[in-house]
């Protein structure tokens, strides 16, 4: 009832525009520039999803999630690298991998509820970026990461001139991530898991195993945030430590709060513009104007934290439910005002 | 033998850090449910203060000048602490959830804050001279300001249980910890037990933030990082609110990564989450913690 009669036509036309816009010159989006830029966002808002999966939908306040994500890109670039199986096996076995691990990790941790939960997953979290930062065997690089060795994937994600189809598979992955989260939510399952959310203890009292229904869960956003690793390892050229960091989770807790959760095109909509938004006023802080500004306001404006901090504070202070939730509201009440 | 002792103090002397931050964030857990991610700035606003005061008296600092600026850190980190809980926290009362995402935020907003104002590099904290001098334990050599941590810890942790034992406020935290619902229905004010404890987190993390800053060879808005993950797994492994076991935890995690870490170098994080899962499977309380009704 709250859905607009026209916001399903209007979103394909959005994405059908979004789609073709890069193969037309004219437009901003046939740059290369704005193509990897909105590629990165694709990506973090299909993160995003599925972090509102577990946060939103599930009510699991996780901050571990980078730990999939971070498995998702380590994984499949040192199996390319290696040349151990082709890149769509890699991406495969990297999906595979997170998946195990969540399980693992989300069996421990599970036992544990609220905020013990988000301080335990933290620490596993944690583990896989020292993980990292250590090059146990020579494998992750260290501090510096790894660069894709360009010569084991297709040719058409290699080079600038080709940095649209870097675009459309990040938009692919996006599509893909936003149809199995609405399927997973939609499905029976789903209503567990939001049941779950809700209270916890009549599901229970139905019946079912709820640590089953969390760990389900918590595998199914994994594998997808390790699918959407692989993905940003393409569009990045390398896995390095700050994919691991826990600021990562983070910063993905921030964009499903500004956008709203469980929503679903909140938590899209809210990674877009956090993602967009920390790259361009990083650009923005590089123009001439801008060092005008005295050091002690342009210092800290200059970076996209302060901002997106505030704005984040003032959402959960005064509007719950973020942008989403807000647009709801606007519609329960103009929708209220029509019927008598 | 000699190694060993020094592996030992160092891993205490690391501990006593980890309880400087944990002991706050435990007790604000305790008392009030609240995962505290601003915990981390108030360590850092701590010690830039220190290092501010420290900085003022020249390149090097004497003892009382030293402990002068570890005090002023701390009630810098106090009061901004208590601003915090009277600006944001007690207006979200009894939303644990959105608590928790509000002090993320406030770590984003200090860390953009300090990272503007000051880069992201370190500046060399002004320490007394004999703090790079080692004292003879054993035969063994130990750096001397592990030393300074190790007290510094444990006169918090005896004040801590000297106030929380014989003072009215301390009763009332901990009874509040106990159950609040009853201290409340009992008509006495907890909110200014909130604030006790808020300001009292912020103090012992203000003065570890100029400790960790002596440690990690400078101050820098990026220091609080690793040590707030610490304290919340010597939280985690020591029990939710009670202050001895994060004690105890905070020594145990620091000798055992200081321990492995000299086996294996970077085996010693590694060892700490095993240790956590361990912890979790066995006794998801905590060593010391309570199981709540």
């Known amino acids: ?340 | 033998m000699d190694t060993f002792i020094l592996i030992g103090i160092t891993g205490i002397g690391l501990g006593a850090l980890y309880f400087l931050i944990a002991s706050g964030l435990s007790l604000i857990y305790g008392l009030m449910g609240v995962l505290n991610f601003a915990h981390g700035s108030f360590l850092t606003v701590g010690a830039f203060v220190g290092f501010w005061v420290a900085s003022k008296m020249g390149a090097e600092t004497s003892m009382p000048e030293f402990i002068l600026a570890m005090i002023v850190g701390g009630l810098a980190a106090g009061l901004f602490a208590l601003l915090i809980e009277q600006l944001l926290i007690t207006r979200l009362y009894e939303r644990h959830i959105d608590q928790a995402l509000v002090t993320v935020g406030v770590s984003l907003v200090v860390g953009a804050l300090l990272g503007g104002w000051f880069g992201n590099d370190l500046r060399m904290f002004p320490t007394p001279l004999w703090f790079l001098t080692a004292i003879d334990v054993g035969g063994a050599k130990i750096p001397a300001d592990r030393v300074v941590y190790i007290a510094t810890a444990l006169l918090l942790l005896v004040g801590n249980w000297a106030l929380l034992k014989f003072t009215r406020i301390g009763l009332v935290i901990r009874a509040g910890v106990e159950n609040r619902n009853m201290v409340n229905a009992l008509g006495i004010n907890v909110k200014k037990a909130f604030s006790t404890v808020f300001f009292l987190g912020g103090f012992a993390a203000g003065v570890g933030g100029v400790l960790v800053s002596v440690y990690s060879n400078g101050v820098s808005p990026l220091i609080a990082g690793s040590y707030l993950i610490y304290g919340f797994i010597v939280v985690v492994i020591g029990g939710m609110g009670s202050v001895p076991g994060s004690f105890l935890a905070a020594m145990l995690i620091g000798i055992i990564r200081q321990f492995a870490n000299y086996y294996v170098t970077g085996l010693g994080d590694f060892v700490v989450v095993i240790l956590l899962a361990g912890v979790l499977l066995i006794k998801p309380q905590g060593l010391l913690g309570k199981v709540k009704a």
Request: hydrophobic share 55%.
């Open chain 1, 1 to 340: 009832m709250l859905r607009w009669k026209y916001s399903r036509p209007l979103l394909a036309l959005l994405l059908f525009v979004l789609a073709i816009a890069p193969l037309f010159a004219g437009n901003p989006l046939g740059k290369p520039g704005l193509q990897q830029t909105m590629a990165v966002a694709f990506l973090w808002g299909g993160l995003a999803l599925t972090y509102d999966l577990l946060f939103g939908f599930t009510g699991l306040l996780s901050f571990g999630h980078a730990l999939y994500f971070a498995t998702g890109v380590y994984v499949s670039c040192i199996l390319i690298n290696h040349q151990v199986v082709p890149w769509w096996l890699a991406a495969l076995i990297a999906m595979a991998v997170s998946s195990l691990l969540a399980f693992l990790v989300g069996a421990a941790s599970l036992r544990t509820s609220g905020i013990t939960f988000a301080m335990v997953t933290l620490a596993f979290g944690e583990a896989g970026h020292v993980i990292v930062n250590r090059n146990f065997f020579n494998l992750t690089g260290g501090e510096n990461g790894i660069a894709l060795d360009a010569t084991h994937i297709p040719q058409i994600w290699i080079g600038v001139v080709n940095t649209k189809y870097i675009y459309w598979t990040a938009l692919a992955a996006l599509i893909f991530t936003y149809v199995v989260i609405w399927w997973v939510t939609e499905s029976s399952a789903g209503r567990v898991f939001a049941a779950l959310r809700d209270n916890e203890q009549r599901v229970q009292v139905l019946g079912l195993n709820t640590q089953h229904f969390k760990l389900l869960s918590f595998v199914i956003s994994a594998a997808l945030a390790a699918l959407l690793g692989f993905v940003m390892l393409i569009a990045a050229g390398s896995a390095a430590p700050r994919f691991a960091d826990s600021g990562v989770t983070i910063s993905l807790l921030l964009m499903v709060v500004i956008g709203g959760a469980v929503t679903r095109w909140g938590a899209v909509l809210g990674g877009i513009f956090y993602s967009f938004a920390s790259t361009r006023m990083q650009d923005l802080t590089q123009q001439e104007s801008f060092k005008k500004i005295p050091h002690w306001i342009g210092g800290p404006i200059a970076e996209p934290a302060l901002l997106l901090g505030l704005i984040f504070i003032l959402i959960v202070m005064f509007s719950p439910g973020g942008l989403s939730g807000a647009y709801y509201r606007l519609r329960l009440k103009a929708l209220s005002h029509k019927k008598p």
